[in-house]
């Protein structure tokens, strides 16, 4: 069974999606994004390593990495952006990398959502890719509206992530999601049906 690679950009849809695909494969998952947050939450050696990297500025009032304050402090200076990806992506990597090899040692279907999948070149790693994208104005959109962002620290994530035109030309998959979740439903279960035929 297939271990499948997830990315897109910064609110193009991947959570909403991910639950409408798992609706009609049995995949496993792995959210780099819930991984991440785990560590900043729960590891001491990262809160140690971004607490000497950043200071205590970067930290809330319990001494734990803040991810709103890291957000703004790195998605506008890429040399602090770069550095914080050198402490957490290998972790993150390692952890999907042993779930990976599990899944293929199982025959069991995975799911690997990875933002940034193409930018730390683990393309290879996966025997299919989808990527979940959106028109530009839309993921502005909801990250300033409805997620509340301020349009600066938007523009800034978004510039950090390579453009979704050169993830679509990578892509073995691609979702379009500017519409309902009726309409990301509908795309899923025929996603969900080539899947079937090529891997079962």
Not at 103 to 127: C, K, N, S, V
Request: with cysteine.
């Amino acid at each position: 069974m297939p271990v499948i690679g997830l990315t897109g950009g910064i609110a193009t849809g991947k959570s909403t999606f991910t639950s409408c695909l798992r609706g009609h494969l049995p995949l496993g998952h792995f959210d780099s994004d819930c991984c991440v947050h785990d560590l900043l939450a729960t590891d001491d050696a990262v809160r140690d390593a971004i607490t000497a990297a950043f200071g205590r500025e970067a930290c809330d009032r319990t001494g734990r990495p803040d991810r709103v304050k890291l957000r703004a402090l790195v998605f506008t200076d890429e040399s602090r952006r770069k550095t914080l990806e050198a402490i957490l992506h290998p972790i993150v990597r390692a952890r999907w990398t042993a779930l990976a090899e599990t899944a293929r040692a199982g025959g069991e279907w995975l799911l690997i959502d990875i933002p940034l999948l193409y930018e730390t070149d683990a393309g290879g790693q996966f025997d299919r890719v989808i990527v979940v994208a959106c028109h530009r104005d839309t993921q502005l959109f909801r990250l300033t509206r409805e997620r509340g962002l301020a349009p600066e620290t938007a523009m800034g994530i978004m510039a950090a992530q390579l453009d979704l035109g050169g993830k679509i030309q990578k892509a073995d998959h691609v979702i379009w999601n500017d519409s309902t979740v009726p309409n990301l439903d509908g795309q899923s279960r025929l996603l969900a049906a080539c899947l079937r035929r090529h891997f079962a």
